[in-house]
């Protein structure tokens, strides 16, 4: 599972895998768009949402598929504990803030938004007539989508994500032999870190589609699993080999997350959250890496040493043309650790060497 989701709606998420296939709400939902009857359903019962409650009548009661079908035939709302495991109310009329904006056109479902969005709750709409399950979270609306429909988004999707994987994968490539010539410029470094994004947001997208497509998502999950690997471990320290003195890869990550796509997509607005002095719109400059990413590869080295080490140093450049006797004069390295740096070191470039005239 990627575990980085930078801009994702948790509350939407939790939601949806609350009425994912396979569990008991969903079983009641679907029970009531085949009964053609609409339901309204608050996935909260906080002294918030009691309080906009007028009517209706104390159930207090295990929720079941069955109870929640025949509580719907009732034209009200029905109040579900957060959990999930009782129906406290049932019948009950709701009074949301009528000045919270909402952009639908039914009662049913301009309720549903404004109580969603005035007490930050999950809440379920089914319309009557047409069967369409709506769910409203975290500011959000997410229609569900037929199952069969939704797994093919999802395949399709995990076919684009490898494409992407695939071109970071390049970037990253031509980034660490550029590193190793000492001949990085600001492009190759916002490329890979453009790529990295563009794979983390598609990969969001199908985490929420595993989530809404519940049991029914394994395969899904074991290969998206598979595909994203350690994505941000490596994009983490990617981009902490470039950033000023001050400045934490998590910042540059998150502000990349907020950018809009066609944003993304331009190199210059990606370089800008890389905070580096001069001109960031200037893509051929040339920038010196510290060395972090090749010295997490060594075997065992602490991160607190391989930060010590690239401190040292100040620059991959440096580091490179140490000396055993070079880096035992950082504290906390010793003969063993030295000798693992500079093998690591010369395999990387080897490797590099080999692959870029393979």
């Given at each position: 599972?990627?575990?980085?989701?930078?801009?994702?709606?948790?509350?939407?998420?939790?939601?949806?895998?609350?009425?994912?296939?396979?569990?008991?709400?969903?079983?009641?939902?679907?029970?009531?768009?085949?009964?053609?009857?609409?339901?309204?359903?608050?996935?909260?019962?906080?002294?918030?949402?009691?309080?906009?409650?007028?009517?209706?009548?104390?159930?207090?009661?295990?929720?079941?598929?069955?109870?929640?079908?025949?509580?719907?035939?009732?034209?009200?709302?029905?109040?579900?504990?957060?959990?999930?495991?009782?129906?406290?109310?049932?019948?009950?009329?709701?009074?949301?803030?009528?000045?919270?904006?909402?952009?639908?056109?039914?009662?049913?479902?301009?309720?549903?938004?404004?109580?969603?969005?005035?007490?930050?709750?999950?809440?379920?709409?089914?319309?009557?007539?047409?069967?369409?399950?709506?769910?409203?979270?975290?500011?959000?609306?997410?229609?569900?989508?037929?199952?069969?429909?939704?797994?093919?988004?999802?395949?399709?999707?995990?076919?684009?994500?490898?494409?992407?994987?695939?071109?970071?994968?390049?970037?990253?490539?031509?980034?660490?032999?550029?590193?190793?010539?000492?001949?990085?410029?600001?492009?190759?470094?916002?490329?890979?870190?453009?790529r990295g994004e563009m794979v983390h947001r598609i990969a969001d997208e199908i985490e929420t589609m595993i989530i809404e497509l519940g049991m029914d998502a394994r395969l899904l999950r074991l290969q998206l699993d598979e595909i994203y690997g350690d994505i941000d471990d490596e994009l983490d320290l990617v981009v902490a080999d470039y950033l000023p003195a001050g400045r934490t890869a998590a910042e540059t990550?998150?502000?990349?997350?907020?950018?809009?796509?066609?944003?993304?997509?331009?190199?210059?607005?990606?370089?800008?959250?890389?905070?580096?002095?001069?001109?960031?719109?200037?893509?051929?400059?040339?920038?010196?890496?510290?060395?972090?990413?090749?010295?997490?590869?060594?075997?065992?080295?602490?991160?607190?040493?391989?930060?010590?080490?690239?401190?040292?140093?100040?620059?991959?450049?440096?580091?490179?043309?140490?000396?055993?006797?070079?880096?035992?004069?950082?504290?906390?390295?010793?003969?063993?650790?030295?000798?693992?740096?500079?093998?690591?070191?010369?395999?990387?470039?080897?490797?590099?060497?080999?692959?870029?005239?393979?």
């Amino acid at each position: 599972m990627p575990s980085r989701h930078r801009g994702a709606n948790d509350e939407l998420r939790n939601a949806l895998g609350h009425v994912a296939p396979g569990t008991p709400l969903r079983d009641g939902i679907d029970r009531v768009v085949r009964a053609k009857a609409g339901a309204l359903l608050v996935l909260d019962d906080s002294p918030d949402v009691l309080a906009i409650c007028s009517g209706g009548f104390l159930v207090d009661a295990p929720y079941s598929p069955q109870r929640l079908s025949e509580l719907a035939k009732m034209d009200g709302a029905i109040i579900i504990s957060t959990d999930g495991g009782r129906i406290a109310r049932a019948n009950v009329h709701l009074v949301p803030d009528p000045t919270v904006p909402t952009s639908e056109t039914g009662t049913r479902h301009r309720t549903a938004e404004r109580v969603a969005r005035s007490l930050k709750v999950a809440v379920v709409s089914a319309s009557e007539e047409m069967g369409v399950i709506n769910v409203y979270a975290g500011g959000s609306k997410h229609q569900l989508q037929d199952i069969g429909r939704l797994l093919d988004r999802a395949n399709q999707a995990l076919q684009t994500l490898e494409r992407y994987k695939d071109r970071l994968d390049d970037a990253i490539a031509n980034l660490t032999g550029v590193e190793l010539e000492d001949i990085v410029t600001l492009r190759d470094v916002v490329a890979v870190v453009q790529r990295g994004e563009m794979v983390h947001r598609i990969a969001d997208e199908i985490e929420t589609m595993i989530i809404e497509l519940g049991m029914d998502a394994r395969l899904l999950r074991l290969q998206l699993d598979e595909i994203y690997g350690d994505i941000d471990d490596e994009l983490d320290l990617v981009v902490a080999d470039y950033l000023p003195a001050g400045r934490t890869a998590a910042e540059t990550l998150a502000e990349m997350s907020r950018l809009h796509d066609d944003d993304v997509l331009d190199l210059r607005k990606a370089a800008a959250t890389l905070h580096r002095e001069g001109d960031s719109a200037d893509l051929d400059q040339e920038v010196s890496p510290k060395g972090l990413r090749l010295l997490h590869r060594v075997h065992r080295l602490p991160a607190g040493a391989a930060t010590a080490v690239a401190d040292h140093f100040g620059g991959l450049a440096r580091l490179q043309r140490a000396s055993l006797a070079d880096l035992m004069g950082v504290e906390g390295v010793d003969e063993p650790t030295a000798a693992s740096i500079k093998d690591t070191l010369e395999r990387v470039t080897e490797s590099t060497i080999l692959d870029q005239y393979s």
